[in-house]
């Protein structure tokens, strides 16, 4: 029973809210956590026998299963979104979330690549069409700081290399532009010309970058050209789709951008996000100086 409230929610957000196929992914991963521990743990069949005590007791078993504090807050925001759901349709009278709170984050700051690491990873003369692919993929990731997913959904016509950027839908899927480097554009173009081609084997697909078989690559996908790449340039560091990103931000920072253009480009919502990126620059000119400084 309490499952078809689940369904009637994720269909109220696809239809009426519009959301993203990720975003109700994680919806749907989280609550469905959330309904599985509320029926076999606590033995509940009714939305209105829910507690907030109930609630709470499903978010410390998620903190004793080492669940992070953004993980925990994640749930928490689909909880409550869920429960006011409930009261509007009036299902339950009373919405049980009211009174959750949210952990507060753990601030720890983001892996990156320092610019000789960087050079390393980029340094690809593979001119077959996977190793063009690669090229383009990494080249575009740091040029831009674009997230993984939202590389992977890229369609050709998003790319205006003419005009020098490239334009993506984020979270919410909120429309940013961003430029783009000669040295991407020239990556861009050469997998478009001699790579891409092979790949899709005449297919009518629009989607950027595509697998071996001519389908759209997934996050796996990529996640698996990064580690194997990272291997080949001899990179000890433990990379992540999401370094690059951290790359992105952190030499920008370093080289003097403004933090609200580095703001805009990430497709951060609220500054503070964007600000931990000083943080690591911070830190970065600690060690620098604790390195090099004859008296440090």
């Known amino acids: 029973m309490l499952k078809n409230e689940l369904e009637d929610f994720l269909h109220f957000l696809q239809v009426e809210r519009g959301l993203a196929v990720n975003t109700l992914t994680s919806y749907r991963r989280d609550l469905t956590n959330y309904i599985a521990y509320i029926t076999k743990e606590l033995q509940k069949i009714s939305w209105n ?7 709470l007791q499903f978010l410390y078993h998620l903190k004793d299963n ?6 925990i807050s994640r749930h928490i ?17 009373q919405d049980a979330s009211l009174h959750v709170e949210k952990p507060k ?45 939202e590389m992977i959904s890229l369609k050709t016509n998003d790319l205006h290399l003419m005009m020098g950027f490239v334009q993506c839908f984020g979270k919410g899927s909120k429309e940013r532009i961003v430029p783009l480097g000669d040295t991407a554009k020239k990556a861009l173009e050469d997998y478009l010309e001699f790579g891409r081609p092979h790949l899709v084997k005449g297919q009518s697909t ?3 970058f595509v697998n071996q078989h001519g389908r759209p690559l997934s996050r796996q996908g990529f996640w698996k050209i990064l580690k194997k790449r990272a291997l080949e340039a001899e990179i000890r560091k433990n990379i992540t789709p999401h370094t690059l990103r951290h790359s992105f931000a952190t ?15 990430l497709g951060h919502e609220d500054i503070s996000t964007t600000q931990i990126y000083t943080h690591v620059t911070k830190t970065r000119l600690k060690d620098m100086y604790k390195a090099y400084h004859p008296r440090a």
């Open 105 to 149: 984050k753990d601030r720890t700051l983001p892996d990156i690549l320092s610019q000789e690491d960087i050079d390393k990873l980029l340094e690809i003369n593979d001119h077959t069409p996977l190793g063009l692919r690669t090229k383009a993929m990494l080249e575009l990731l740091y040029a831009t700081g674009l997230r993984v997913t």
């Open 251 to 265: 030499h920008l920072l370093e080289n003097g951008a403004d933090l609200r253009i580095v703001q805009e480009m």
């Open 66 to 71: 080492g669940k992070s504090s953004a993980t």
């Open 77 to 93: 925001s689909s909880i409550r979104s869920f429960h006011q759901f409930l009261v509007r349709e009036q299902i339950v009278k």
């Open 206 to 208: 629009k989607t950027l």
């Open 49 to 55: 026998d829910v507690s907030r005590n109930d609630i």
